[in-house]
């Protein structure tokens, strides 16, 4: 009997139901992926390319590859295949706004900074932060500013590393910082670097959220945008609980345009903003829950 999924049966690759499903059950116990029964087209189509460079003929043996405990490499290539990493500078611009409307003045009696960039994608993110601070800190105030920018995927945590971006894509950069903080890159002339001050501000690292953080916090904010869209309910409920345990009192959390915090994390946080959170406890957070 044929069980392939219907419209997949002419495909190049065998995809029973089983394997769809022996699929989803691996991506959401690694990486928390929320893959419904309606995604199987799409899931084939990312993966085809997967089990062309692996030379195997079909996805039963694309699992039984994948459930090897030597093949890291290609559970990552699954979760980058299954996710996506558009991201761009100073994305959802309100939240630069909260930052250095609210949150810098706060920053500026501080000692030292600390922040955190979850699921950064190739930078862009991380370094609209560093810009912002940097721009609108005190000079005092940036002595001890450090950020925390981590991704599962090593391949876009490497394009981060680089710093190195299209000239069209900075264009999303204010003028002035844009001016300040990036130059043309002498080997690429279409490509723009970020420059060492931006840079040296942040520690790049692989890191998969579902997995224990090795570091304690606290952070002053946390940036988790249009990464949880991908995990249920229970998994983003979790998370971001985690989160908020991360957060110092007063702490502020950023989510992504389509996203809500669910769940326990509600008792300790207070809307601050759009896609905004507040940790309650703060110099001015009362202990209302949202
Ligand atoms: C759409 S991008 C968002 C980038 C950036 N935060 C923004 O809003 O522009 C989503 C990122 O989440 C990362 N991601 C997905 N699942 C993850 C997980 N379990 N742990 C860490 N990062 C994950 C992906 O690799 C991807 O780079």
Redesign the pocket.
Same mark, same amino acid.
């Given at each position: 009997m044929n069980t392939a999924p219907a419209g997949l049966n002419t495909r190049e690759f065998s995809f029973t139901d089983a394997d769809f499903r022996a699929l989803a059950k691996l991506a959401h116990s690694e990486?928390?992926l929320a893959l419904a029964e309606s995604k199987k087209p799409l899931v084939y189509s990312r993966l085809a390319r997967r089990l062309r460079a692996r030379e195997v003929n079909e996805f039963s043996d694309y699992m039984k590859l994948l459930t090897k405990t030597d093949e890291t490499d290609e559970r990552l290539q699954l979760?980058?295949a299954l $996710? +996506? *990493? &558009? +991201?761009?500078f100073f994305?959802e611009k309100h939240h630069f706004a909260t930052l250095r409307e609210k949150l810098v003045p706060e920053l500026a009696q501080q000692a030292r900074v600390r922040i955190w960039?979850a699921?950064?994608?190739s930078g862009?993110?991380p370094f609209s932060i560093a810009m912002t601070l940097h721009d609108s800190l005190p000079e005092r105030a940036r002595r001890d500013v450090r950020l925390l920018a $981590?991704?599962?995927?090593p391949a &876009?945590v490497s394009r981060a590393r680089a710093a190195k971006y299209p000239k069209e894509e900075a264009e999303t950069i204010p003028e002035d910082l844009r001016r300040r903080w990036t130059t043309t890159c002498p080997d690429d002339p279409d490509k723009v670097a970020i420059s060492a001050a931006m840079r040296d501000m942040i520690s790049f690292a692989e890191? *998969?959220?579902?997995q224990e953080w090795p570091f304690k916090g606290p952070f002053d904010a946390i940036?988790c945008? *249009? &990464?949880a869209i991908?995990f249920d309910q229970n998994t983003q409920k979790r998370l971001w609980a985690r989160f908020t345990d991360m957060l110092r009192p007063g702490g502020y959390l950023f989510i992504?345009h389509s996203e809500r915090v669910t769940g326990d994390a509600l008792a300790t946080l207070t809307t601050a903003g759009v896609t905004t959170y507040r940790k309650n406890g703060g110099a001015d957070t009362g202990n209302a829950a949202h």
């Open positions: 990486f928390g979760i980058s $996710t +996506t *990493n &558009v +991201t761009s994305r960039s699921g950064c994608s862009q993110e $981590t991704d599962i995927d &876009v890191l *998969n959220l579902m940036f945008r *249009n &990464v991908y992504g």
